[in-house]
T-cell receptor, first 112, second 116 residues
């Protein structure tokens, strides 16, 4: 089975500062990787995904993540955060069996 | 194409009552997942179903909890004799079948269960 580790449960960052949310996974097979975002009292929304091809993937609102197979990581980054980025972020991995495994989440708080 | 629909959005039950949570997957999706999110905690996998089949229920509590995904109609997560510790947000997600290409799981808005 796969597992996902998000080491940082809470990340406070000042507005317009850069941020990195870390995600590591364990797997012995090919995986697909995802970042989801959850705003208060909402469901999860897909932020970006890696299925194949370029290891650097981007979202429409400025986030990016890089798949690093040797380090089994899929860290999420943004060069300049906005107040509206305050949310819970979940890293997830799935395998060819279509089972999805989620990390425990990282709460990003952007400070004005 | 409507997204994943969960109802009700909010559900209040007294201890000992039954809770039924419904999930209609996206059109064309035959895989359904249920997750539980407790306050200040992450997303805990409960069960993974296909139409008329339970694929993985390793995250389901051994007692009082059951799930189904019938050939027709929504997936149902059923909690019998609820206790205060069952209070949580329950999320449903759906995805395509693997042979139609791998994709992400799409989530519903969740059902927030409060046991009083």
């Amino acid at each position: 089975a796969q597992s996902v580790t998000q080491l940082d449960s809470q990340v406070p960052v000042f507005e317009e500062a850069p941020v990195e949310l870390r995600c590591n996974y364990s797997s012995s097979v090919s995986v697909y990787l995802f970042w989801y975002v959850q705003y208060p009292n909402q469901g999860l929304q897909l932020l970006l995904k890696y299925l194949s091809g370029s290891t650097l993937v981007e979202s429409i609102n400025g986030f990016e993540a890089e798949f690093n197979k040797s380090q089994t990581s899929f860290h999420l980054r943004k060069p300049s955060v906005h107040i509206s980025d305050t949310a819970e972020y979940f890293c997830a991995v799935s395998d060819t069996g279509n089972q999805f495994y989620f990390g425990t989440g990282t709460s990003l708080t952007v400070i004005p | 194409n409507a997204g994943v629909m969960q109802n009700p959005r909010h559900l209040v039950r007294r201890r000992g009552q039954e809770a039924r949570l419904r999930c209609s997957p996206m059109k064309g999706h035959s895989h359904v997942y249920w997750y539980r999110q407790l306050p200040e905690e992450g997303l805990k996998f409960m069960v993974y179903l296909q139409k008329e089949n339970i694929i993985d229920e390793s995250g389901m509590p051994k007692e009082r909890f059951s799930a189904e995904f019938p050939k027709e109609g929504p997936s149902i997560l059923r909690i019998q004799q609820v206790v205060r510790g069952d209070s949580a947000a329950y999320f449903c997600a759906s995805s395509l079948t693997p042979d139609r290409g791998h994709t992400e799981a799409f989530f519903g808005q969740g059902t927030r269960l409060t046991v009083v």
